[in-house]
């Protein structure tokens, strides 16, 4: 019969009518058996046309949504056949895909922790084991930045070439990881024991749904949405995305490359600057560059996080007190800092944010040095709540400071006064 099917919306039909049986219940084995004895390959393409086309022939994107982890295994074989696509270091689908890397790697870590409790005498204490799947959880997390970029750069495209359909799916798909993530981790957050019995239920049902959603989106997104997506941008489109990337953030992973496309287009488009290349400020302007060197000159770090809870920006100090990386932008403050001490945060943020209080102040002693640690609350001219910043400063000097200096005497090599 495989030369019925010779053809593309041929080898369509065939697939949807097949789609149509297993949402009316045919055994999802049985289907998988007459795919793979009429098809001889499945084009990415092929499972993406499928999707619209059921979508406008009348099956409820929600229905879809449904069959469509279902769907993905029975064509997985073929599906396999597919390479993941190769694009150059700063596109935006080698930045998607690198994601993943880091992504498949804190899940694998995850797996394997689950696979030595699930080894393990029942009544044995697991619960530094189960810490450290919660700490990797909560890195998990960063996966939000990740799908709202694919929601909000790259899926308008396929609606502006009116196919909303499938984007619509995968959203769907999105909000259950989603869901999953921030159950398991309240789940984790209200048990701070665990034998491996307890330990065992709550990983194969709650920390293997995060995991298999994560995985399988993945899957999807290399075998179905980013070939189809080169396929359907241009270049033009692309690099728009790619120019809007940095507002969202990056997830577990920081491009170190710039990506400029070939195109006459690419001369009139770029990152806006302020005019004459200067920052205007309510006090005054600054180059970009005398703004990055003030805060880089700082001898403080300072830290500031949105009213939504969003860090935005880090002080590139040259001797930081706490290690920053430019992967905790656009990363939730809570998922920022040990699980023990997530209360202390959003407590300092809710008091903040209901104008109870204006700073909060700590102070730690590591080795010989005291540390300083202030959290402001940020407001505007109105007094309305627009985020926390944190300062962060080495005191111990200025804790021994005794008398006073009023003549120049430089404290490093260099001319002095007396």
């Given at each position: 019969?495989?030369?019925?099917?010779?053809?593309?919306?041929?080898?369509?039909?065939?697939?949807?009518?097949?789609?149509?049986?297993?949402h009316q219940g045919v055994a999802e084995d049985r289907i998988r058996m007459q795919l793979e004895s009429l098809l001889d390959e499945a084009d990415y393409n092929d499972v993406f046309v499928m999707e619209v086309q059921l979508i406008q022939e009348g099956i409820p994107a929600e229905v879809v949504q449904d069959l469509c982890d279902?769907?993905?295994?029975?064509?997985?074989?073929?599906?396999?056949?597919?390479?993941?696509?190769?694009?150059?270091?700063?596109?935006?689908?080698?930045?998607?895909?690198?994601?993943?890397?880091?992504?498949?790697?804190?899940?694998?870590?995850?797996?394997?922790?689950?696979g030595q409790?699930?080894?393990?005498?029942?009544?044995?204490?697991?619960?530094?084991?189960m810490g450290v799947i919660h700490q990797l959880l909560n890195n998990l997390m960063d996966v939000e930045?990740?799908?709202?970029?694919?929601?909000?750069?790259?899926?308008?495209?396929?609606?502006?070439?009116?196919?909303?359909?499938?984007?619509?799916?995968?959203w769907g798909k999105h909000d259950e990881v989603r869901?999953?993530?921030?159950?398991?981790?309240?789940?984790?957050?209200?048990?701070?024991?665990?034998?491996?019995?307890?330990?065992?239920?709550?990983?194969?049902?709650?920390?293997?749904?995060?995991?298999?959603?994560?995985?399988?989106?993945?899957?999807?997104?290399e075998k179905i949405?980013?070939?189809?997506?080169?396929?359907?941008?241009?270049?033009?489109?692309?690099?728009?995305?790619?120019?809007?990337?940095?507002?969202?953030?990056?997830?577990?992973?920081?491009?170190q490359f710039e990506w400029t496309p070939e195109g006459d287009f690419t001369k009139e488009m770029g990152k806006p600057e302020n005019k004459d290349g200067r920052v205007q400020m309510p006090t005054g302007t600054f180059r970009l560059e005398e703004l990055i060197g003030m805060f880089t000159t700082l001898p403080f770090d300072v830290t500031f996080v949105d009213k939504d809870d969003t860090v935005r920006y880090f002080s590139p100090g040259k001797e930081r007190i706490f290690e920053r990386t430019r992967a905790i932008l656009g990363r939730k403050v809570q998922y920022c800092h040990p699980p023990k001490s997530v209360h202390i945060v959003n407590k300092i943020v809710a008091d903040f944010k209901a104008g109870r209080q204006e700073r909060a102040r700590f102070w730690?002693?590591?080795?010989?040095?005291?540390?300083?640690?202030?959290?402001?609350?940020?407001?505007?001219?109105?007094?309305?709540y627009m985020g926390t910043l944190e300062i962060t400063q080495d005191v111990s000097e200025i804790r021994q400071l005794e008398g006073e200096r009023r003549l120049l005497a430089y404290d490093e090599s260099g001319p002095e006064s007396v």
């Open positions: 019969m495989s030369e019925l099917i010779n053809n593309k919306q041929k080898r369509i039909e065939v697939m949807k009518n097949l789609i149509r049986q297993l279902t769907h993905t295994r029975v064509l997985k074989k073929h599906l396999d056949l597919q390479e993941t696509p190769q694009t150059i270091p700063g596109h935006p689908v080698h930045t998607f895909i690198e994601e993943n890397r880091e992504l498949t790697r804190i899940t694998t870590q995850v797996r394997q922790i689950m409790i699930a080894a393990l005498p029942a009544d044995t204490d697991v619960s530094v084991q930045k990740h799908y709202r970029r694919k929601e909000n750069l790259l899926f308008p495209y396929f609606e502006k070439n009116n196919l909303p359909g499938p984007p619509s799916v995968m869901e999953f993530l921030k159950t398991t981790l309240e789940g984790l957050q209200d048990v701070m024991q665990f034998t491996a019995g307890e330990a065992n239920g709550f990983n194969q049902f709650s920390v293997a749904m995060v995991l298999d959603g994560i995985d399988d989106m993945i899957y999807k997104e949405l980013f070939p189809t997506a080169l396929d359907l941008l241009t270049e033009k489109e692309w690099y728009e995305i790619y120019l809007e990337s940095d507002e969202t953030g990056y997830c577990l992973y920081v491009p730690i002693n590591m080795g010989e040095k005291l540390i300083y640690i202030v959290y402001y609350a940020v407001r505007d001219d109105k007094g309305e």
